[in-house]
């Protein structure tokens, strides 16, 4: 306010300016931001791919142990029936034999027992041969070769004891190499067994080999 009095030079009161404090916001460089978000997204980037690797190994581990088990077990299968088949050869080679201890006071009686497992025999022969062939070609053409020597030998042998006396002492039992020789099968015995060993080899994991 101007107060002005005569003779006096006017004088002029200061006023007091009030000035207003703006509140600035504090404000984040855009570059530290854009490297927060990236960091974060890095780790769970991460963390996902890491559960998802987790994952496939689990599932990849659970898949080798079932195949694993599984062909394991069709392999255990396999020699069972392999088993068989040559279980059934060597029943048969046992008649060369059994014949010849036959009875000798039940003749008829020893004749009609022999005959009936003869054939009950003979019938699991034909089977297994039909299975080997269908399973396996080598496997099946080795047994197929085994069985028919076997009854070029074993029945000539057979033949011949029906023919010859049934043993009627302790030391009649006892039959020398001479009057029964078998010898003559073993290399079909071997070519059947390395033919199953080699397809079963196969089926084997190659992990395992």
């Not at 009095?5 to 007091?16: E, H, I, M, S």
């Not at 460089?29 to 994952?55: E, F, H, N």
């Not at 022999?114 to 297994?128: D, N």
């Not at 002492?169 to 010898?183: F, G, K």
């Amino acid at each position: 306010m101007t107060i002005t009095r005569p003779g006096l030079t006017p004088t002029l009161k200061p006023t007091r300016m009030l000035i207003p404090v703006v509140s600035m916001p504090t404000v984040v460089p855009a570059s530290a931001s854009a490297q927060s978000d990236g960091i974060g997204g890095v780790v769970i980037s991460t963390l996902l791919s890491a559960t998802i690797l987790a994952a496939l190994i689990a599932a990849a581990v659970t898949v080798m142990l079932a195949r694993r088990k599984s062909r394991e077990e069709e392999r255990a299968r396999l020699r069972d029936r392999f088993a068989q088949a040559y279980g059934a050869y060597a029943e048969y080679c046992e008649f060369a034999y059994a014949i010849r201890r036959r009875r000798h006071d039940e003749p008829s009686t020893e004749r009609v027992r022999i005959s009936e497992e003869l054939r009950k025999v003979q019938t699991e022969l034909r089977a297994h041969e039909a299975w080997l062939k269908i399973e396996s070609q080598t496997v099946g053409m080795a047994y197929t070769k085994l069985i028919q020597q076997m009854r070029t030998i074993v029945g000539g042998a057979m033949r011949q004891a029906w023919i010859d006396a049934p043993a009627s002492s302790d030391s009649d039992v006892n039959i020398p190499l001479e009057t029964v020789d078998l010898s003559p099968l073993k290399p079909f015995e071997t070519a059947y067994m390395d033919a199953v060993a080699a397809h079963l080899r196969a089926l084997a994991p190659w992990w395992s080999k």
